[in-house]
Structures are given as structure tokens and as C-alpha cells.
């Protein structure tokens, strides 16, 4: 069993910037599991910002992140992190962080969540 936690979140004026952190815990978690990023404004569908896979050796963003966004990982720490720069009001909603072994991965399947952090960017 895997748990997430999302810290991080508030509000900002646009062209600020938040990072985010997602702790892991749980026995069964390790540097393994991928670690994940996904982000969901109300009326639309959930949205992947930016994954990094277990060892860090891949990374992959959304692609209204432009180069904006970067996710690291410190694993002896079980921590993930969002750094984001140059907000802007599209970016508003909760982000969740996910965790999940890479065959689930390959699957699309991302088994743990956590709770989630709200980012409201204003104008």
C-alpha cells in the first residue's frame, strides 16, 4: 500500500510560481514506482502534467507545460516535486499526485493517489 500527500498549493498571481511536493509512504513503496503529477479544473477531464519514472531516468510532460514545469524526484526523501513557473490563470485546479509500479504504467493505470492540492492562479 501506497499513501500520497500534496502540499504545495495556494494562491498566485499570474507569472508567479509554486512547487509542489507529494510525499510517499507506505511498506510497500520504493524508488521503484513512478511518481506522477495530474491536474483536473471542474467540467474537464483529467490531465497529465508531468510524470517521472522510478530512478528518474524518464520524464514526461504535458504538453501545455512549454518548458514551464519540472518534476523531480528525491527518492531518499520518497518526494516528489512540481516546480512551476510562470502561472497562469489556465493553469487553476487541484492537482494529485499518483504513484504506480512501472507495468501499471504501461497500462495507463495509475494505482494511488493522493488527495489532492488546489492551484488558483488569478489575472
Known amino acids: 500500500q501506497v499513501q500520497l500527500v500534496e502540499s504545495g498549493g495556494g494562491l498566485v498571481q499570474a507569472g508567479g510560481s509554486l512547487r509542489l511536493s507529494c510525499v510517499a509512504s507506505g511498506r510497500t513503496f520504493t524508488n521503484n514506482y513512478a511518481l506522477g503529477w495530474f491536474r483536473q479544473a471542474p467540467g474537464k477531464e483529467r490531465e497529465l502534467v508531468a510524470t517521472?519514472?522510478?530512478?528518474?531516468?524518464?520524464?514526461n510532460y504535458g504538453y501545455f507545460v512549454k518548458g514551464r514545469f519540472t518534476i523531480s524526484r528525491d527518492d531518499a526523501k520518497n518526494t516528489a516535486y512540481l516546480q512551476m513557473n510562470d502561472l497562469n490563470p489556465d493553469d487553476t485546479a487541484v492537482y494529485y499526485c499518483?504513484?504506480?509500479?512501472?507495468?501499471?504504467?504501461?497500462?495507463?493505470?495509475?494505482?494511488?493517489w493522493g488527495h489532492g492540492t488546489q492551484v488558483t492562479v488569478s489575472s
Open positions: 517521472t519514472s522510478g530512478g528518474a531516468v524518464t520524464t
Open positions: 499518483a504513484a504506480a509500479l512501472a507495468p501499471y504504467v504501461q497500462h495507463q493505470h495509475w494505482p494511488y
